[in-house]
């Protein structure tokens, strides 16, 4: 695990390149402080860095790592699991390595496969492979995105970097902000492939960047290598007892392999738990592997309903793991290291989660531990939100529908934040899917309330955008229409929040924030493939969500996990009480004083002036409402913070 970087010039390199280099190195030193490399080809206009955080082959993984001939170079962020097989294999077939590194194995698959080496690659990774011979770079993303990769191109040069800070460290970029995606952070869902800053560029999941030199020029193509593919709507596999014991079969299989392959490493491996069967299961099946109890790390909350330690300790105590559990208050989420988050995460978030993932992941590494095994990605898999359930339920067909009044009853608590407190459509989604997703209807919502905030020459600029509209097109028609309602809006939030939410904020720019690694097993590709053969009527059994993963983990849940429903782990929102409204109230006057608001540009200031007094002015009251206004409050907050990170590009301390 660690930060990748670098540029191409086919002109050459200055004699300021090295210095250039450092610099962007010097951004990504927390996702690398156990040493950095460069290599600097002048001649092809050539600069790589590596900052490194030794996890496989503790005294020999140093990169970038070149092959004997020196044709191909390659730099590598992420863990590459069953490395050795594949060395082992490769040396059948002539390789030799001179690293005990998982990465280097890119280099002999490359010479062997060409681009189609990706496909042999099983992990979290995202790398960038440059090929003397082909004057070609590749820059590669893993297929869900779980490893994060930046660039800009333009004709005369390429810039790459782990994070987007990385890229913007290169002298010849000007950072700002924008504003399209300005909009798209206030209402929380981003355009795939899109950054904060104009002319920086994602790397989607399951895809490639191919930059070739062609006269001088650099050309760039982006190729899709992966992607999820539900069967067509009557294609899956039977819902019948036999086929549905199979599956339950199958699936713990494919997860205890996935576990057993991220336990994998020359440093202690914990696990993140919560009261969720995801984090759960995670453990139980950790706990049997390991020769000595798991460390387990919790986060607990001051308000009951978003307190999750108490069941979190059940699952501790009956798998003898050795757990500590971390106790976040307001002055946790709404101090300091609200910013700090901000300038990790290059983007905003509509809850203090992530805030409260970075002090875990800060104890973590506190703690000696440099990797943890999580459990993202079971949701998406196996059906497991609420939003999901209200798909299937609405637009699966009328066996489902009879429990839609239950279900309402129980998604009260996520209404104006994760449910819309009121149904909307967009033809953009009704084309693509037959019906506009419930996961984006709150966040479309989000967007009514954000559009009166605008300054007017953000209104001139963005006039004629539709968002909502953007995000559509950017989603392969051929991979959602046909399929059932269950398997779209699956498909729809694994290619935007997913990437864009739960595994940047929520997952490695929090933990490498603290250069701590972690591995979600549920996104292992194996069991990916297979979970999407499971039939809907399974993955939402009766209206329990989850029903094969929970059936598959049944023997290692205790009953009150196993029972449990799904309730979306997240932090308390400042409307629950007093002491997190003045923080935010804190950090709102400190960020965001009238002048700054006039300086950024992005928004009026008399409509935002009203919108923060209507804020204060409610109180700790409860409700939708309240729900809807610290979304805005936290966003407009991480803009504003955004703006000032593009203009000093130091982390702000965290208290």
């Known amino acids: 695990m660690c930060g990748i970087c670098g540029s191409w010039e086919p002109g050459g390199l200055g004699d300021d390149a090295p210095a250039a280099l450092e610099a962007m190195m010097d951004t990504l030193e927390h996702r690398g402080p156990d040493g950095r490399g460069m290599h600097l080809d002048r001649e092809r206009g050539l600069a790589m860095g590596h900052t490194r955080l030794s996890i496989i082959g503790l005294d020999s993984g140093a990169q970038p790592i070149a092959d004997a001939a020196g044709r191909r170079v390659v730099s590598v962020n992420g863990e590459l699991y069953d490395y050795k097989r594949i060395r082992a294999e490769l040396a059948c077939d002539g390789a030799r390595f001179r690293t005990k590194s998982d990465s280097e194995i890119v280099l002999p698959l490359a010479e062997r496969h060409g681009h ?73 869902v981003m355009v795939p492939g899109t950054t904060a800053f104009e002319g920086v560029r994602a790397v989607r999941p399951g895809h490639m960047l191919v930059v070739r030199e062609a006269g001088g020029r650099l050309e760039g193509r982006e190729v899709r290598w992966w992607d999820l593919d539900f ?8 819902a019948d007892a036999a086929s549905a014991a199979r599956l339950v079969a199958e699936v713990r299989d494919r997860l205890v392999d996935a576990v057993g392959v991220r336990l994998e490493a020359d440093v202690p491996v914990g696990c993140y738990l919560s009261g969720g069967i995801d984090s759960c299961s995670i453990l139980g099946l950790a706990a049997p592997m390991q020769q000595s109890p798991v460390k387990a790390f919790t986060i607990s909350f001051d308000h009951d309903r978003y307190d999750e330690a108490r069941i979190a300790r059940e699952m501790a105590q009956a798998t003898g793991a050795d757990q500590e559990v971390l106790s976040l208050s307001a002055a946790d989420l709404y101090g300091d290291s609200f910013a700090t988050v901000v300038w990790h995460a290059e983007r905003t978030f509509y809850n203090t989660l992530s805030v409260a993932k970075w002090h875990m992941s800060r104890r973590v590494r506190e703690a000696g531990f440099k990797v943890v095994v999580t459990g993202e990605g079971s949701d998406e898999l196996f059906g497991g939100y609420p939003f999901f359930k209200r798909d299937m339920f609405l637009h699966g067909g009328e066996g489902q529908r009879r429990h839609g009044a239950a279900m309402e009853a129980a998604n009260r608590a996520f209404r104006g934040a994760i449910l819309a407190e009121d149904d909307r459509s967009h033809p953009a989604f009704d084309e693509l899917c037959g019906f506009t997703p419930s996961w984006i209807q709150p966040w479309m919502l989000t967007l009514e309330r954000t559009l009166p905030l605008l300054s007017g020459e953000a209104r001139a600029e963005l006039d004629g955008y539709d968002p909502v509209a953007a995000i559509a097109e950017t989603i392969d028609p051929e991979r959602v229409r046909g399929r059932h309602p269950l398997d779209a809006a699956q498909y729809t939030w694994a290619k935007t929040m ?95 004083p009238r002048e700054r608001v006039e300086e950024t540009g992005l928004f009026d200031p008399e409509a935002v002036d009203a ?26 907050l991480g803009l504003h913070i955004l703006d000032q990170v593009a203009e000093a590009p130091a982390v702000p301390a965290a208290g």
């Open 498 to 592: 997913l990437e864009g939410q739960i595994l940047t904020w929520g997952g490695d720019r929090v933990d490498m924030a603290n250069s701590m690694e972690s591995r979600p097993a549920f996104l292992d590709h194996h069991l990916a493939e297979l979970a999407l053969r499971i039939p809907p009527e399974l993955r939402i059994r009766d209206g329990v969500e989850k029903w094969v993963l929970r059936e598959a983990m049944r023997g290692v849940l205790p009953e009150v996990l196993y029972r449990r429903e799904k309730f979306p782990f997240m932090a308390p929102p400042s409307h629950t009480d007093g002491a997190k409204r003045d923080g935010v109230d804190a950090l709102l006057r400190r960020w965001m």
């Open 116 to 188: 189609d080496f990706v496909h042999r690659l099983r992990g979290e990774f995202a790398l960038a492979l440059f090929d003397r011979e082909r004057r070609e770079l590749v820059l590669v993303r893993d297929r869900f995105g779980i490893k994060p990769l930046y660039y800009r191109l333009t004709p005369g040069r390429c810039v790459w970097g782990s994070e987007v800070k990385a890229v913007l460290a290169h002298p010849e970029i000007e950072p700002r902000l924008c504003p399209r995606a300005a909009l798209h952070q206030m209402m929380q």
């Open 231 to 238: 069967p067509r709507a009557g294609d899956h596999e039977g």
């Open 611 to 636: 919108f923060v007094a209507r804020w204060r002015a409610g109180g700790a009251a409860d409700g939708d409402g309240a729900n809807r206004d610290d979304i805005l409050a936290n966003h407009l």
